[in-house]
Every structure is written in structure tokens, then in C-alpha cells.
């Protein structure tokens, strides 16, 4: 199993560029979650997907978009980059609840890391 | 509101010494709390996680970590450190608020282990 992967791992945006982040789930997980990490502020929740057909805001959302294409495919957008979305970006996924012992526990991708000039 | 805290940006220790990394929660009822490993350049690997039952939890790599509900403390311990375990960590808390599986996590700590 390949886990949760994310495509692609570097890019270099120019502001007003769009892109969109991809993320992929092997594990046959309900859950999927966008973060963003950046120096002395952790993980910051962007966006989040409960289950399949549905997506929720998380603590920044501004400035992103994101699909739930189907389950195992979870993809954020950046319509218009800006400077402050300088940053690495997290894809993970979960099972929804305590069903297979899964308890919350979440499961994370090796990060995008994107610089906006 | 829900919350967690890592109160240290960074912990020194020599290699062969026990480690501690603290963490404190906020959160009413009964928490969910996680530690998970950063390694550089890499996304985070889970390590531990506390539900319920007993207060002393092991996990991956010889850590475990130590529930304390009335200091509302989940500290992360390692008997002898090894300078492989120089990473950032993180402390996580299962959000409460809606029947979702979203995480809280602190800001991190990162663990340098001196040769």
C-alpha cells in the first residue's frame, strides 16, 4: 500500500497563478484533510472532507478550493496564489469514527511544497 | 475552546539520556490526544495515540507517553534517547466539536539529540 500520496512535491507559482494540489488514498478511508504548515504555527486545517460528497471548511480556507472527487481522490485549488500561500501543504486521511479501530487516527502524505514569487 | 499547547520550541538532550517532551490539552469531557513524528523534508508519521484505559500508552520507536487527567497533561517519554530521534513532534487532540475526526495540534516541539 502506498498510503497517501501527493502530487506534485515542489512548485514555484507566480502570483495570480492557479494550481491545483492532488491527493490520493489507498487506504479506503472516509476521511480527508488539506493543512498547511508553516514555521511556529503547526498544522493549520484548511479544508476537510467527513466523507465522500461532502467538504467543510476548516480554520484558513480563504483563498482555496477543494473537490472530493471520489473517495480516494481529495484535490485543493489555488485559484489566484498569493505570497501567503507560501507554503507546505498536507494531505491526510482517517477512517470515520472508532469503526475498525481506527479511533480519529490520521494518516499523512509526504507534503507539497509550494513558494509564491 | 478546545485547544493544545507545546510549551517548549525546542528540547535539548544528550544521546543515551531519557527524553520528555510536555504537551497540555484543553478540552471538555474526555480527550483523544495523538503524538506524531516529523521527520525533515517529510510528512508526519503517527506514533501514539491515547483513547482510553490505561494512562501509560506505548508506541512506535520505544516512545510512550504518560495521560495525566488532572494536569491535563499527555507528555511524550523515551527512556534513552537516540540522535535518530532528532525531529519535530507533535501533539494532537481529537476536535470535539461535530462528528468529525478533525485533529488540534500544537505548534510542535523540536527534539535535538547531541552525539
Known amino acids: 500500500n502506498a498510503g497517501v500520496t501527493q502530487t506534485p512535491k515542489f512548485q514555484v507559482l507566480k502570483t495570480g497563478q492557479s494550481m491545483t494540489l492532488q491527493c490520493a488514498q489507498d487506504?479506503?478511508?472516509?476521511?480527508m484533510y488539506w493543512y498547511r504548515q508553516d514555521p511556529g504555527m503547526g498544522l493549520r486545517l484548511i479544508y476537510y472532507?467527513?466523507?465522500?460528497?461532502?467538504?467543510d471548511k476548516g480554520e484558513v480556507p480563504n483563498g482555496y478550493n477543494v473537490s472530493r472527487l471520489n473517495k480516494r481522490e481529495f484535490s485543493l485549488r489555488l485559484e489566484s496564489a498569493a505570497p501567503s500561500q507560501t507554503s507546505v501543504y498536507f494531505c491526510?486521511?482517517?477512517?470515520?469514527?472508532?469503526?475498525?479501530?481506527?479511533?480519529?487516527?490520521?494518516?499523512f502524505g509526504p507534503g507539497t511544497r509550494l513558494t509564491v514569487l | 475552546a478546545q485547544s493544545v499547547a507545546q510549551p517548549e520550541d525546542q528540547v535539548n538532550v544528550a544521546e543515551g539520556n531519557p527524553l520528555t517532551v510536555k504537551c497540555t490539552y484543553s478540552?471538555?469531557?474526555?480527550?483523544?490526544l495523538f503524538w506524531y513524528v516529523q521527520y525533515p523534508n517529510r510528512g508526519l508519521q503517527f506514533l501514539l495515540k491515547?483513547?482510553?484505559?490505561?494512562?501509560l500508552v506505548k508506541g512506535s520507536y520505544g516512545f510512550e507517553a504518560e495521560f495525566n487527567k488532572s494536569q491535563t497533561s499527555f507528555h511524550l517519554k523515551k527512556p534513552s534517547a537516540l540522535v535518530s530521534d532528532s525531529a519535530l513532534y507533535f501533539c494532537?487532540?481529537?476536535?470535539?466539536?461535530?462528528?468529525?475526526?478533525?485533529?488540534?495540534f500544537g505548534t510542535g516541539t523540536l527534539l535535538a539529540v547531541q552525539p
Open positions: 491526510a486521511s482517517s477512517e470515520l469514527g472508532l469503526r475498525a479501530g481506527g479511533a480519529y487516527t490520521q494518516y
Open positions: 487506504m479506503n478511508h472516509n476521511s
Open positions: 472532507s467527513a466523507s465522500e460528497g461532502t467538504t
Open positions: 478540552v471538555s469531557g474526555n480527550p483523544y
Open positions: 491515547y483513547i482510553t484505559g490505561d494512562n
Open positions: 494532537a487532540v481529537r476536535d470535539k466539536g461535530g462528528a468529525t475526526n478533525k485533529l488540534i
